[in-house]
């Protein structure tokens, strides 16, 4: 079958390759045309239509200043969608722009696969509407998802969550041989991931960075975002402070903490049993804009909505500053919170099913 995928962002792009080297094994006669980032070239073996690094727009304030390239795009998008006429199409959140071209896929009858929801229990409940109407076939990866879609008459499928296919896959790692082949120092590594687009990063180094003075026992590393270049890091790096570029996973799993920006990153953090501070900080605007359609969400970071109580500490708006930054960080680098966190950490992974999600989801895309 002719597959045509969308994933508009780095975490998009981990779980859709993910998928296609499932369907593969599937479907000896699969064919892909795509939209999404380097690993999922490496599975194809050509370049994206588009690169989400060219897609990705964060905040209120950055959509509407791009609104122009945005709807450029899903212009581009239909246009090639009609002349390629796929026989599914596989949508991987990004609901913004995704909603919008499974609208347009279903007037040309084209099967419509939804692979990780939109958080709509979070915001816009209403574009429910939008998934009955033009999604035929719901693939969920969070286990309280099935129930909200039930709840709108919405048949979804649990397949349980393609990260712990991703982290199940991971070669064992030697710390001494990756600080080495890194130019790291031998003290015990604090990971800080800030993000994957400059106006988030460098927003959120500056913060992170800002409690170096207090644990000069350990180096920080930065993880590097595939989609920035190692040229714009380079004025925070000094004798204690080092970036590996796209070794996020090797990274943390050499780490003994982690200071992260919310995301998926909390819970990839979580899965690979790194103690984390969850950071989240926005311009005034969005975050107020934010608090006003966000409805009956008591967490922000991934990790403490699936377990549904506070399992990682969240330091959000005025709350994310040095002095907090610095209590939280030395509570779990040694004892009793960091010990507490650690088993929650070992029931998250049991509340997710266990792995194989990325089988799931394509034994379900090619049978269904």
Known sequence: MKYYIIAGEASGDLHASNLMKSLLKKDSNAEFRFWGGDLMTEVAGFEPVKHYKDLAFMGFLEVAKNLGTILKNIKFCKEDLKSNQPDVLILVDYPGFNLRIAEFAKSLGIKVVYYISPQLWAWKEGRVEKIKKFVDEMLVILPFEKDFYKKHQVEAHFVGHPLLDAISDLPEINIDQFKKDHNLNEKEIIALLPGSREQEVTKMLELMLSVRPHFKEY????????SLPKEFYQRYVDENVHFVSNKTYDLLRCSKAALVTSGTATLETALLNIPEVVCYRSSTISYEIGKRV?????????????????????LIQSELNTKNLIKELNLILEGERREEMLANFTNLRLKLGGKGASDEAAALIVNG
């Open 219 to 226: 180096q920080f590393v930065i993880a590097g975002a595939p």
């Open 294 to 314: 966000v409805k009956n969400i008591k967490y922000i970071s991934l990790v403490n909505l699936i377990m549904d109580q506070e399992i990682v500490t969240e």
